[in-house]
């Protein structure tokens, strides 16, 4: 097996998806290794959660011992559980970072509340998106876009729209403007397809049921028939879209959450209900879940020690 691997770490309350495309061939083209980071979030208190750094060194590392380029880091939208560790990633890792994805937004925190690093990495978010670039490419791209990478890599970018993003920045129902922390930037993070052969695997984004709505309204058949699907706002009801979830029929259903969070708010049984023949595999539980796609359409599941969760 050694096909597109996505590793989901077990980072608590908030995310992190490593995919990692091996070199390849495709009729005549030479196709690089590639490595993305979607989100990353490190809860310094935990010890039981991932380092995310430390996890990245030790799984991508060239044969001279130096950490490979991230490729592309892809930030689904800038809320503290998706971005907090960013400031060490760009400044103190030593790990390359070649393209960076943001969602075009206007977004901004009321408050700095919640997570330790959380300031230092709105910052740095900020510094990065304001040409700080350090000769990373930055791109906002949404519904639909094609770049050449993207296209080798087979992502297709299933939400936000161009419409949904104007719709999160327009004046509230009464009239007034919207404040920079009232953006509805769940509904405008990113969803991602990711298709390796006859493998489709669906990165959901925080987005709730406007969303939700609006990808199952646009893009029916890019969702339809889905293998794993990382479940949408970690696996949270407000994510959970019962005819998307239809549609989708993934095997494999992945919660990036922590216990706590998923037991308040988790969407096990709706998902159960719907597709009974599912597996449902949860970070807090299940640790580091690794799914390595096959060039056959063969899938295997492990955790960080390598014992099969499938
Ligand atoms: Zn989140």
Redesign the pocket.
Known sequence: MNGVNFHFLNVGH??CTIIHWPARTAGEKHMDERIAMVDLYHDTNREDYEDVIQYYKSNFQKSNGYPKPIWRLICTHP?Q??ICGLKHLFDESGISIVNFWDVDNQFEPEDFEGHATHKEDWMKYQDVNSGDSGGRTLINPSRWDVRQFWDEDKITILSPSKEMIDDAHSPKQDGTKRKPHDIEIDDISFSLLVEFNSTKVLLGG?GKEKAWNDIYENCKSSITGCHVLKAA??GHQSGFHEDAVKIMNPQYIIFSNSKEEDENNGAYDDYRRILPNAKILKTWRDGTIIVDCDFDGGIEITNSSGQSLI
């Open positions: 908030g995310d809320h559980d998706h925080d706002h970690h």
